[in-house]
């Protein structure tokens, strides 16, 4: 986060919640003025503004982060955009349990992309490992044009999951006016850990440049597309 939640294209500024701290002694990766984002769990969360530019709708989109956690026996929101009334049209990016619909607790991703439609037209899924071990973790969810199911990476890889839900005609227009929020969801607890190297594209990463940002630090490369990041 190298000390603060500016955007590093000066556009789409974070505001900072609570009493979060940065820490330059544990992070993903290692060189001078890199930081980390501490959230306590209690209140802490970053928020973007909604602007047109940063809705999803039916695009091409992908949203990457680094997190590390000890704590498995909550629900929490890592990168959630979530309208708060039906149809709770989002795109959001959990950490929780592998239930559909209501997750419940745990140390699992929990993936929601939901569309105008309605509710129970989705795509939600969760992964079938643990991620709650006081690691580092690079995640990166990655939804293509078109038909295609959106793609869900762990640590550079595409990750085994739960299909919980996969409803409805894709892509979901996830057309939601409600501010992103790193470290929280407006539908669960916030997040206890570290956060760090948050970024979003305006396009579908390959699994290549996904592996690459899984073993480098995003300030040393620029994929295709509009990036936003708040680091």
Same mark, same amino acid.
């Not at 290692?30 to 695009?59: C, F, H, Q, S, W």
């Not at 956060?195 to 290549?208: G, S």
């Given at each position: ?16 919640? $609570? ?6 002694? +544990?992070? &993903? ?15 802490? /969360?970053?928020? !973007? =503004? +909604? #602007? ?29 955009? /979530? ?10 990016? *959990?950490?929780? %349990?592998?239930?559909?619909?209501? &997750?419940?607790? $745990?140390?699992?991703?929990? #993936?929601?992309? !939901? %569309?105008?439609? %309605?509710?129970?037209? /989705? ?22 044009? $078109?038909?295609?199911? &959106? ?6 890889? *595409? ?8 409803? %409805? ?37 390959? =699994?290549?440049? !996904? ?16 990036? !936003?990041?708040?680091?």
């Amino acid at each position: 986060m190298d000390g603060d939640v500016m955007d590093e294209g000066g556009t789409y500024h974070g505001l900072l919640s $609570g009493d979060a701290t940065f820490l330059d002694d +544990d992070t &993903p990766f290692t060189y001078v003025g890199n930081m980390a984002l501490r959230l306590d769990g209690d209140g802490d /969360r970053v928020m !973007i =503004a +909604d #602007t047109a530019a940063l809705r999803p709708e039916t695009k091409a989109w992908t949203m990457s982060l680094w997190f590390k956690t000890s704590v498995g026996n909550r629900y929490s929101g890592l990168i959630s955009k /979530r309208k708060t009334v039906n149809p709770y049209t989002q795109m959001s990016l *959990m950490m929780g %349990g592998d239930q559909a619909g209501n &997750p419940g607790t $745990g140390g699992k991703l929990h #993936t929601f992309v !939901i %569309g105008t439609q %309605g509710s129970t037209e /989705r795509w939600e899924v969760s992964t079938r490992a643990d991620y709650a071990d006081s690691e580092w973790h690079h995640a990166a969810l990655v939804r293509p044009s $078109g038909e295609k199911s &959106p793609v869900l990476f762990v640590d550079g890889v *595409m990750t085994a999951v739960l299909v919980n839900t996969d409803r %409805g005609l894709r892509p979901h227009d996830v057309n939601c006016t409600e501010p992103w929020l790193i470290g929280s969801s407006n539908a669960s607890s916030p997040f206890q850990g570290l956060i760090d190297e948050v970024a979003m594209w305006n396009t579908a990463l390959t =699994a290549a440049e !996904i592996a690459w940002l899984s073993q480098n630090s995003i300030d040393f490369f620029f994929p295709r597309g509009t990036m !936003i990041t708040v680091r």
